[in-house]
């Protein structure tokens, strides 16, 4: 069974910093290509990072790019995301993502963790 724990999250002032983890479980985690996702109130899910199982350099929303670095531990069977000058329209839940079948084109993500909570007061 395939779990997804999403910690890190809280209140933080607006130019503050937080980092994300999300601990994975009950899957072949170095080729499973890894995601974040944020949910705003009132909004739909957005893509916010990536990295391929493949390796390589990971991709950003271009809201996040320069601000977020992620990150992932395949010893560890953890991603990470460190999110830096957080603005008050990065509030939203954050969602860890996996693409647990290994595959060379786009990733197509079927589990998912819970949310961790992201709060930035202006």
């Known amino acids: 069974q395939v779990q997804l724990v999403e910690s890190g999250g809280g209140l933080v002032q607006a130019g503050g910093s937080l980092r994300l983890s999300c601990a994975a479980s009950?899957?072949?985690?170095?080729?499973?290509?890894m995601g974040w996702f944020r949910q705003a109130p009132g909004k739909s899910r957005e893509f916010v990072a990536a990295i391929r199982w493949t390796g390589g350099s990971a991709n950003y929303a271009d809201s996040v790019k320069g601000r977020f670095t992620m990150s992932r531990d395949n010893a560890k069977n953890t991603v990470y995301l460190q999110m830096n000058s957080l603005k008050p329209e990065d509030t939203a839940v954050y969602y860890c993502a996996a693409d647990t079948r290994p595959r060379l084109g786009a990733p197509q993500y079927d589990k998912w963790g819970q949310g961790t909570q992201v709060t930035v007061s202006s």
């Open positions: 009950g899957l072949t985690f170095s080729r499973a290509s």
